[in-house]
Nanobody, 122 residues
Framework: QVQLVESGGGLVQAGGSLRLSCAASGRTWRTTIMGWFRQAPGKEREFVASVVWSDDNTNYGDSVKGRFVVSKDNAKNAVYLQMSSLKPEDTAVYYC???????????????WGKGTLVTVSS
């Protein structure tokens, strides 16, 4: 099993920045990729970003490209999401996920955190 715990969510004004963290523990060697997803009320879960443990391969959803940066610290088994130029439409619960397939779809990710709420006020 892999346990994931997100932190860093909160309330921020539009145009501001926020940094999310995801701490992974357990059998992390079974995972290849770490992803960030988000889900707003009444909407489907949306891919935000991903990073591969073994190299610097990153991927971003179209709605966050140029504003969000995903990074990792292999020594700490941690993944981060630096969010800048935040917009009210970025308001959602943000989830950290771990999987073994390079994909933007949530289904193949085996492990999920409980999420952290990000609220962007206008």
């Amino acid at each position: 099993q892999v346990q994931l715990v997100e932190s860093g969510g909160g309330l921020v004004q539009a145009g501001g920045s926020l940094r999310l963290s995801c701490a992974a523990s357990g059998r992390t060697w079974r995972t290849t990729i770490m992803g960030w997803f988000r889900q707003a009320p009444g909407k489907e879960r949306e891919f935000v970003a991903s990073v591969v443990w073994s190299d610097d391969n990153t991927n971003y959803g179209d709605s966050v490209k140029g504003r969000f940066v995903v990074s990792k610290d292999n020594a700490k088994n941690a993944v981060y999401l630096q969010m800048s130029s935040l917009k009210p439409e970025d308001t959602a619960v943000y989830y950290c996920a771990a999987g073994s397939v390079l994909t933007t779809l949530p289904g193949p990710y085996h492990y999920w955190g409980k999420g952290t709420l990000v609220t962007v006020s206008s």
